[in-house]
C-alpha cells in the first residue's frame, strides 16, 4: 500500500482540531459526546499507525484462487502502540514484564484468540489467515484481506465502559453482511450464555444515530465482514467468563463459520491446541494429537545428560518437563510446536550460542500473543530436548538442579517463577502432570512409562506412615503439622493413613495455592455450614474459581473436614465406609473428585509410597510435652534427626530476648556420640510467617528438611556462610563460616545453624554454644564454631555417601526436629526491676498504641498499620483484656480496614479471630 505522508499528516492535524473541539464541550459526560471523542480518538491512532510504516507485519500473500474467495480471514483489532480498551486483572493475567505488550488489553488478547482460532481452523482443513494493523492502519488491513480473497472477516474486540456493563454485540457494515453478523453473536451469545436485552446486545451497523461510532472504518472495507465485542473488559464478571471461556470462543467462532457458507467444519476432539482450554478427552484424558503422540514416544525414548544430575533425577524430571510443554504449547497445537519443535516456547534472545551449537538450534521470527520476537527453531524433537535442559543452564534459572534433586515439584515451582511469571503456572503444570498419571503416560515416580506398562496402583495400607517418606514427597512443615492434627483426631483414626495421602494429593503436600495461605489442604469451597471454623476468602491465584475456606491452622482444618463429612449430603453415610482404608478411598472418589475416576488409584499410588516398611508405629509430630519425646532425650523419629528442644527464654539488660535449647543427634532414635550440645535462638513465640520475620522471632516448633548451604550473603566481599569451603581461620566473623540451613521455613529465608559469639547472632538463626547456665552466660566464638563443623562431620559420617557434595542442597534422610515453645523470659536479672510476661504484653501494647498516636494516620503505610494492630490484639488477648478500640481508631480516620494487609497481604481477621 502506497501512502502519501503529506495528506495523512494533514488529515491527522484536522481530527486533532476536531478533538480539541470536543473536549472543550460543556455537555461531556452525555453520551453522544463520549461516543464521538472514543471514535475520533480511534481514527487518530489508526493515522498514528500509518505514519509508522516500520511496525508493518508481513501480511499473508494474495490468493491464488481460481475458484473465488475462499476461507476466513481475522483482523485483530488495535495494534502494539495503541493497544485498545484495558481489562481487570485479576481475572485477565498479571501483566509480564518479559513481553512488549500488556496481557491486560485487547491486543494481546485477541493476538492469543485468533491463533487459537487459526490453530483450529488448520487441524480443521479450513484457510484461515491473520491479519494486523500495525504500521498499516485499518484500510492498509483491509486492503491485504481483500487480496487474500476470503469467504469471510472477522475483527477481534472487546469493549470496556464503566465496570458495570456487560454483554455482547457485533458491528456489520453493510446488509450483505448481516447475516455474517448474526451467526456470530448466536454463537457468541450461546457461548457465554447470555440472558435478555442487556447481556445479548444484538448487531447493529455503528453510527452516530446509534449511539455507537467506532468500528464504521472496519466494518466497510470489505463483505461479508464483522467486527465482535464478546465482553466488557472491565466487568469482573465478564472479564471471568472470558478468560474460563476463550478456548470455547475460538471453537465457536469457526464452527459459526461454517454455518454461514454451510459447509461442514469437522474440528478434531483435540480443542486444536488452546493451551488455556480443557481438551477433551480421547484416550485417558490426553488429547490424540500425533506430534503429542510423537513427543511422548521420542521423550521415553531419550534421557538427556545433565552435568552434576544423576540419571536417575533426569528420568524423575520427564513427567513435570512433559507437563511443561504441554501447557506452554497447547497440548502439542501450537505453531511454535508444529512448525519449529519448540514446545516450550523458548526465545533466541540471550546466553543462548551454547544452544545453537550443541542442539543444536537455529533463530526464528515467531508472532506469539505477546507479538513478533526471536524464537529457538529445533530440526526434530531429540534437537528440543537437549535445547531445553541447555536452555535452563542460562543464568536466569541458576540453582535449578538443586531444586530438582528435591523434587519434581520443587524444581517446576522455582524455574516457573522465571519462566512464565503467571500466577498458577507451577499449579497448572502439576495438574497436568497429575492428567498425565492418571492416563497411565506418567508413573507415580515422575518418569515415563514405557510402552505396554503399568504404573498401577499398590495395596492400601491402613497402618502406620513413614514420616521420612512423607518428608521425601516434599511436605511443608504445614503439612507435618496437619499430619499431626489428623493423627490426634480420633474419629479418623482407623482411615488417618489415606486422609493423609488425600490431603497431599490436594495440596501437593502443603504446595499448593490454597495451602500455605489459607490452611486449606483439600481445596474445600466455602459454605456457611463452616462459617464457625473458616471464613470465605477468593482462590488466591485465579479468582474466578469462587470463594475457598480459609482456616487458621492445621488443627481448624481438620475440624473442618470432619464438620463437612457430617453435614454435607454428598458425604451421607461416610462413616460406614472407615473400616477398610480400600473402601474409604473409593468413597472419596465418588464424592469428594466424582469426576476424578482415577482419584481412589492416585491415593492407593501415594500411600504405597510413604507407608512404613515394619508396620510398626511412627507418628508424624507428637505434642511437646516431654513424656512424648522422651524425657531422657530421645526422638519418635527414624532416619537422621537433629532435635531441638527448647527449654527457657532469657533476657539481658540492653539485649533482645533469646531462647536456649539442647540439641541431640539421633540415627534410627539411638542417639549419635558427641553430637549434643546447647544452642540458642532469638526470641519467641516461634513464627514463620512475615510478620515473625519482622520480629526477628525464632521459627515454629515443628520438623523441616536440612541443606548444605551458601548463600548471597557478603562479608568483605566474600560468601558469609557455606557448609563446603568456609574459612580454617578461627578469628570472630571471618568468612566464610560453617553453617547448614533449614528449609521449608516459608517467609523465614536463611534461617542457618552457624557459628554465635556474646549474647546472641541471630535474627531467627541457630548458634550452637558451650553450657548456657542462664543470662549471664556468653556463647564464646571459638567453641561455637567447633560445633558447627562437628554437626557438619558427624553427619557426613552417619550418612556416608548420600550426603551431598556441593552446596545448596537438600539432606536426604535429615529431619530437624523442634520442640517447645517456652514462654517470655520471667525476668531480666540485670536490669532494676523485673519484666514478667505480663509486663511484657503491656510493653508491646504500648508500643503499638504509640505507633497509632500522633501523625502516624496522616499518611498511613498499610504494613505498618497491620503490625501496629496485630501486635495491639495479640497483646491485649494475651492480658487477658479486649481490644482497646484502636481498630476503631483506625477507621474513623478515614482508612479503609479492608486495605490494612501485611506485607504478604495478610488483613486484620486473622489476628483478631
Avoid at 466488557?232 to 478468560?243: E, P, R
Avoid at 508396620?615 to 532425650?633: S, Y
Avoid at 514463620?688 to 548471597?712: C, D, E, F, V, W
Avoid at 557426613?796 to 548420600?802: D, P, T, V
Wanted: charged letters at 25%; hydrophobic letters at 40%.
Amino acid at each position: 500500500m502506497s501512502v502519501d505522508f503529506r495528506l495523512e499528516r494533514e488529515r491527522l492535524a484536522a481530527l486533532s482540531v476536531d478533538v480539541a473541539h470536543l473536549l472543550q464541550s460543556a455537555d461531556l459526560a452525555s453520551p453522544e459526546t463520549h461516543a464521538g471523542r472514543e471514535a475520533l480518538i480511534e481514527a487518530i491512532e489508526d493515522l498514528r499507525d500509518v505514519l509508522r510504516p516500520e511496525a508493518a507485519i508481513a501480511p499473508p500473500p494474495p490468493s491464488d484462487a481460481l475458484a473465488g474467495p475462499r476461507g476466513l480471514a481475522i483482523v485483530v483489532g488495535h495494534t502494539a502502540v495503541a493497544q485498545g480498551a484495558r481489562a481487570l486483572s485479576p481475572p485477565f493475567p498479571a501483566d509480564s514484564p518479559a513481553t512488549r505488550v500488556s496481557e491486560h488489553n485487547e491486543y494481546a488478547w485477541n493476538t492469543d484468540l485468533a491463533m487459537k482460532i487459526k490453530a483450529l481452523a488448520e487441524t480443521a482443513g479450513v484457510r484461515c489467515e491473520i491479519f494486523f494493523r500495525d504500521g498499516v492502519g485499518i484500510r492498509g488491513a483491509y486492503e491485504a484481506v481483500r487480496s487474500w480473497g476470503p469467504e469471510a472477516t472477522i475483527e477481534l474486540h472487546f469493549n470496556a465502559a464503566d465496570g458495570r456493563a456487560r454483554g455482547s454485540l457485533v458491528l456489520y457494515g453493510a446488509e450483505q453482511s448481516r447475516p455474517w453478523a448474526e451467526t456470530l453473536q448466536k454463537a457468541i451469545v450461546r457461548t457465554f450464555d447470555r440472558q435478555g436485552r442487556s447481556e445479548d446486545r444484538g448487531i447493529f451497523i455503528p453510527g452516530g444515530s446509534r449511539g455507537y461510532d467506532r468500528g464504521i472504518e472496519s466494518v466497510t472495507k470489505v463483505n461479508p465482514s464483522a467486527l465482535i465485542e464478546p465482553f466488557f473488559g472491565d466487568n469482573a464478571s465478564d472479564a471471568g467468563l472470558a478468560v474460563r471461556k476463550k478456548a470455547e470462543l475460538a471453537r465457536a467462532i469457526l464452527e459459526a463459520f461454517g454455518a454461514f457458507v454451510r459447509r461442514d467444519v469437522n474440528i478434531p476432539a483435540d480443542g486444536g491446541g488452546a493451551e488455556d482450554g480443557d481438551p477433551p478427552p480421547v484416550a485417558g484424558d490426553v488429547p490424540d494429537v500425533p506430534l503429542l503422540r510423537e513427543l511422548i514416544a521420542t521423550y521415553r525414548s531419550v534421557t538427556p545428560v545433565v552435568q552434576g544430575l544423576a540419571t536417575d533425577v533426569v528420568e524423575r524430571l520427564k513427567g513435570i518437563t512433559l507437563a511443561q510443554w504441554i501447557e506452554e504449547s497447547g497440548w502439542a497445537g501450537s505453531q511454535l510446536a508444529v512448525q519449529h519443535f519448540n514446545f516450550a516456547g523458548m526465545k533466541g534472545i540471550s546466553e543462548v550460542d551454547r544452544i545453537l551449537r550443541e542442539a543444536p538450534a537455529t533463530k526464528v521470527e515467531y508472532r506469539a500473543h505477546d507479538g513478533v520476537d526471536t524464537y529457538l527453531k529445533f530440526a526434530g524433537i531429540r534437537d528440543f530436548v537437549t535445547g531445553y535442559f541447555l536452555f535452563l543452564e542460562r543464568s536466569p534459572y541458576r540453582g535449578w538442579k538443586e531444586m530438582a534433586m528435591r523434587s519434581p515439584h520443587d524444581f517446576i515451582r522455582f524455574i516457573g517463577r522465571t519462566w512464565a511469571q503467571r500466577d498458577g503456572y507451577a499449579s497448572r503444570v502439576i495438574n497436568i502432570e497429575q492428567r498425565l498419571v492418571a492416563a497411565g503416560v506418567v508413573r507415580s515416580d515422575g518418569g515415563l512409562t514405557k510402552p505396554g506398562e503399568e504404573d498401577g496402583p499398590a495395596l492400601l495400607i491402613t497402618g502406620a506412615l513413614s514420616s521420612e517418606r512423607i518428608a521425601d514427597e516434599g511436605a511443608t512443615a504445614e503439612f507435618l503439622e496437619l499430619a499431626a492434627a489428623l493423627e490426634a483426631a480420633p474419629r479418623l483414626a482407623p482411615v488417618f493413613p489415606v486422609v493423609v495421602a488425600q490431603c497431599g494429593l490436594e495440596s501437593d503436600w502443603g504446595r499448593s495455592d490454597l495451602a500455605p495461605v489459607h490452611a486449606n489442604f483439600a481445596g474445600i469451597p466455602w459454605t456457611e455450614m463452616l462459617a464457625e471454623v473458616a471464613a470465605p476468602v477468593p482462590h488466591p491465584t485465579d479468582p474466578t474459581r469462587g470463594k475457598f475456606c480459609r482456616f487458621l491452622s492445621p488443627t481448624s482444618f481438620v475440624r473442618a473436614f470432619l464438620r463437612r463429612l457430617d453435614n454435607d449430603p454428598t458425604f451421607a453415610g461416610w462413616i460406614d465406609n472407615i473400616d477398610d482404608g480400600a473402601r474409604f478411598a473409593a468413597f472419596l472418589g465418588r464424592t469428594w473428585r466424582p469426576n476424578d475416576p482415577t482419584y481412589a488409584d492416585k491415593i492407593a499410588g501415594i500411600l504405597a509410597r510413604i507407608g512404613s516398611d515394619d508396620g510398626g508405629r511412627d507418628p508424624i509430630i507428637e505434642n511437646d510435652d516431654d513424656d512424648t519425646h522422651g524425657g531422657d532425650g530421645s526422638t519418635t523419629l527414624t532416619g537422621l534427626v537433629l532435635q531441638i528442644k527448647r527449654v527457657r527464654a532469657e533476657k539481658r539488660r540492653g539485649m533482645k530476648e533469646r531462647t536456649v535449647s539442647t540439641y541431640r543427634v539421633f540415627h534410627d532414635r539411638r542417639p549419635v556420640a558427641g553430637l549434643s550440645g546447647m544452642i540458642c535462638e532469638a526470641r519467641g513465640p516461634g513464627d514463620n510467617s512475615a510478620t515473625g520475620r519482622q520480629r526477628g522471632a525464632r521459627i515454629k516448633a515443628g520438623i523441616y528438611p536440612m541443606l548444605t548451604h551458601a548463600g548471597t550473603r557478603e562479608i568483605d566481599g566474600i560468601t558469609a556462610f557455606k557448609t563446603f569451603g568456609f574459612t580454617s581461620s578461627i578469628e570472630v566473623r571471618r568468612p566464610p563460616m560453617p553453617a547448614l540451613r533449614v528449609g521449608d521455613t516459608r517467609y523465614r529465608a536463611g534461617i542457618l545453624i552457624h557459628p554465635g559469639n556474646g549474647w546472641l547472632w541471630s535474627v531467627g538463626c541457630m548458634n550452637p554454644a558451650d553450657d548456657i547456665a542462664d543470662a549471664r552466660s556468653d556463647i564464646q566464638y571459638v567453641h561455637s564454631r567447633a560445633r558447627v563443623i562437628r554437626l557438619i562431620e558427624g553427619l557426613k559420617r552417619e550418612l556416608g555417601s548420600r550426603f551431598p557434595t556441593t552446596n545448596n542442597q537438600t539432606i536426604p534422610r535429615l529431619t530437624l526436629e523442634v520442640i517447645g515453645e517456652p514462654p517470655p523470659a520471667s525476668g531480666d536479672v540485670l536490669a532494676g526491676d523485673d519484666l514478667d510476661a505480663e509486663a511484657y504484653a503491656r510493653a508491646e501494647l504500648a508500643a503499638a498504641q504509640a505507633t497509632l498516636a500522633g501523625d502516624a494516620l496522616a499518611a498511613p503505610d498499610m504494613a505498618d498499620l497491620y503490625d501496629a494492630l496485630a501486635t495491639g490484639i495479640e497483646a491485649a488477648a494475651r492480658l487477658g483484656q479486649p481490644e482497646d478500640g484502636a481498630i476503631d481508631h483506625v477507621a474513623a480516620s478515614g482508612v479503609n480496614l479492608a486495605d490494612v494487609r501485611s506485607v504478604t497481604g495478610e488483613t486484620l481477621w486473622t489476628a483478631y479471630a
